[in-house]
C-alpha cells in the first residue's frame, strides 16, 4: 500500500493517519487469525517440552500431530496402532479439534513427577502422537489412550481425543504403567514374567491413580477368572512372545482361548492381592520380588 495518491500529488496528514490506522487494524486481524483456533488445529509442527527435575534429571516430551512431522527420538514404529488401518483424514480432522498441547504436556508432567516421588528412576523421555485412525476398535476399547515403553528411556503415547472426552484425568495412569516398564527395564524370557511385568505395571498405576483403572485390569468378569487361570497357568513358561499373544491380549484377535487382555487382569490381580497382604513393600520392593512367589494363591480379583 503506498501513501502517495502520484509523484506530484502527496497525500495529506488525514489521509497517512487513515492509512497508518487501517494497516495497524489489519496487523491486528492478522495476528487474531493466526491466533485462531482453527490455524492451531493447522500447525502441526511437533513440539519440544523440558522437565527439569529437582535432583538434576531432565525429560523432554514430544508432541506432535502428524506421521510426517515425526522427529527423533520418535520412531516410525510409534504408528502401530494406526499403520493397518491407514490414514483416515476426517478423523484426523475431529481429533485435531479438540487436540489441547497444553493439556496433554500437563497430564505428561505431572504423572512423571508423581512416578518418580512414588519410584525413583531416570525418567524417560515421551512421545505424544495423534493415532491417524481408529485401526478397528482397539483404541476404543483402550479409551482413547494407548502407550508402549519401547526402551528404558522412551515412552510412546498414542491419543485420540474423540473417543474419551475425559483423556487428560486418565491420561497419567497410562503413563505412570509405563514408567514402571522404564524404570524396571530387563529381559523377559517367559510368560510368567510377562504376566507380572504386566500386573506390576498396572498396580503402581492404581496406587497412584486409584480413581482410575485401566480396562485391560478389570477385563474379566466374576466367572471368567478362574477358567482364565486354568488355562493361563500351564503356558506360564513359555515364551514371552507367544504368551503375550495369546494370554495378555488374547481374545478374537489371535485366536485365543482366554478372552481378550485376560492376562493382564490376572497378572493385576495376583499383584495386588500379594501387595495388599505385604502393605510394608514399596514399589520398588513390589518390582523386586519374584515372580514366582506371586503365585502362592490363586488370583483375588474380587477387589477389581
Known sequence: MTLYKSRAEPVSDRTRTASLLLLLALSVLACARAEAPGDRVADARPRAHQIAFEDGAES??????????????????????????GSDPEWTRRNLE?????????????????????????????????????????????????????????????????????????????????????VTWAQWPTGLDVLLREGRAHHFAWLLYPDVLHPSARALSPDQVDPSWERIRPALESPAREFQDTFMFGGPWFGSVVPRWAGYTIGYCLVRAYADAHPELSPASLAAVPSAEFLARPPDCDAV
Do not use: K
Open 60 to 85: 523432554t516430551v514430544w508432541i506432535t500431530r502428524q506421521r510426517s512431522e515425526l522427529v527423533a527420538p520418535c520412531p516410525e514404529s510409534v504408528y502401530q496402532f494406526s499403520a493397518d488401518a
Open 98 to 182: 479438540l487436540w489441547d498441547e497444553a493439556g496433554l504436556f500437563g497430564a505428561v508432567e505431572q504423572a512423571l513427577r508423581s512416578s518418580r516421588a512414588a519410584m525413583p528412576g531416570a525418567p524417560p523421555d515421551v512421545c505424544v502422537v495423534l493415532a491417524e485412525s481408529p485401526s478397528g476398535p482397539v483404541l476404543e476399547l483402550m479409551g482413547g489412550i494407548g502407550g508402549a515403553t519401547v526402551a528404558p528411556d522412551l515412552v510412546v503415547l498414542y491419543v485420540a481425543p474423540s473417543l474419551n472426552s475425559d483423556i487428560l484425568r486418565e491420561l497419567p495412569f497410562t503413563i505412570a504403567h509405563e514408567y514402571h516398564h522404564a
